[in-house]
């Protein structure tokens, strides 16, 4: 498509439980990076893949937190035992190639609230 | 010391008047520089990147110092859907992940 798609727009968890978030880049765009904003505008990088395969894992806390891009599917972020730490708004974004210095192009996020 | 910085504001700008605000940034090797703008904790959306020689997209300019490691943002003749935060954003590496400023508010006022 057009836009980043992200799904769902709105999660709500307990503690403890597991979350899956969704996300589709747009069509043609090689990377898909994600973002985890928290508090006021605090944004913290997690992950970022080229095609199917991990580009740049340094930001991800792999205890707990893990992600895929596989072919012809949404790219996911799962977070196993959520923690209340772990409510953010995250963003998933994509760029075209490393070629236009990675103008990076931000979904609608999906509100995740842990309570 | 914050790896991207920015001065929080609110800068309240009557109604086609210009404001300008910097951001700086600590990696003097960072390699790409934007600028983006988020309304009510909605998604970031690319107003413009910004080039070593300075660059113009109608009413925004965008200048980048890298001796001074900072970049500027100019808006001029404001409009009141001009009123958002706007994030000043660095690329550090080569690897594309992207470093953000807390965000400088504007506020235009009729």
């Known amino acids: 498509g057009e836009e980043v798609a992200q799904t769902p727009k709105h999660l709500v968890r307990g503690e403890g439980q597991k979350a899956k978030l969704y996300c589709a880049p747009i069509k043609g765009h090689s990377y898909v990076f994600w973002y985890q904003q928290v508090l006021k505008n605090e944004f913290k990088f997690l992950i970022s893949?080229?095609?199917?395969?991990?580009?740049?894992e340094t930001g991800m806390p792999k205890e707990r937190f893990s992600a895929k891009c596989l072919p012809n599917s949404p790219c996911s972020l799962e977070i196993q035992a959520t923690k209340l730490e772990d409510s953010a708004v995250y963003f998933c974004?994509?760029?075209?190639?490393?070629?236009?210095?990675?103008?990076?192009?931000f979904g609608p996020g999906t509100r995740l609230t842990v309570t | 010391r914050k790896e991207v910085e920015q001065d929080p504001g609110p800068f309240n700008v009557p109604e086609g008047a210009t404001v300008a605000f910097n951001c700086t940034y600590s990696?003097?090797?960072?390699?790409?520089f934007f600028w983006y703008r988020q309304d009510c904790r909605k998604e970031p959306k690319l107003l413009m990147s910004?080039?070593?020689s300075g660059n113009e997209d109608g009413r925004f300019t965008a200048q980048l110092n890298r001796a001074s490691q900072y970049i500027s943002l100019l808006i001029r003749d404001s409009k009141l859907s001009d009123s958002a935060t706007y994030l000043c954003?660095?690329?550090?590496?080569?690897?594309?992940?992207?470093?953000f400023g807390a965000g400088t508010q504007v506020v235009v006022t009729p």
């Open positions: 990696n003097s090797a960072s390699q790409s």
């Open positions: 974004a994509s760029s075209q190639s490393r070629t236009d210095s990675y103008e990076q192009y």
């Open positions: 893949f080229q095609n199917e395969n991990v580009f740049d």
């Open positions: 954003v660095v690329n550090f590496d080569s690897w594309g992940k992207l470093q």
């Open positions: 910004v080039y070593s």
